[in-house]
């Protein structure tokens, strides 16, 4: 089991950056691959950026949403258990909830919801216009 807290989240302008937090429980971290999602109100849960199990040392691969590439980063940190999403450039449209994930099943490729194992509760980021 493997519990996901995500923080970072607020207010910023748009064109402006946040940077989202995402700290795991257990001792295994680097065995699962990590995602973040967004659910906008009253419109679906949708794929933003994961990264897969390990890091460097296997190749672990990173995959964006189109629409943040070349804004967003995520990267993650297997000593401090924890996963971030810089994001940058940000606008109106990607005010959601922003939530974190954790896939357990050594997969490639994790980029929808059915993937994920274990979720976070998710913090809020308000774009304005």
């Known amino acids: 089991q493997v519990q996901l807290v995500e923080s970072g989240g607020g207010l910023v302008q748009a064109g402006g950056s946040l940077r989202l937090s995402c700290a795991a429980s257990?001792?295994?971290?680097?065995?699962?691959?990590m995602g973040w999602f967004r659910q906008a109100l009253g419109k679906e849960r949708e794929f933003v950026a994961a990264?897969?199990?390990?890091?460097?040392?296997?190749?672990?691969?990173?995959y964006y949403a189109d629409s943040v590439k070349g804004r967003f980063t995520i990267s993650r940190d297997n000593a401090k258990n924890t996963v971030y999403l810089q994001m940058n450039r940000l606008k109106p449209e990607e005010t959601a909830l922003y939530y974190c994930?954790?896939?357990?099943?050594?997969?490639?490729?994790?980029?929808?919801?059915?993937?994920?194992?274990?979720w976070g509760q998710g913090t809020q980021v308000t774009v304005s216009s």
């Open positions: 994930a954790a896939d357990k099943d050594l997969r490639a490729r994790p980029v929808t919801t059915e993937d994920y194992d274990y």
């Open positions: 257990g001792r295994t971290f680097s065995r699962y691959a």
């Open positions: 990264i897969e199990w390990g890091g460097i040392w296997n190749g672990a691969r990173i």
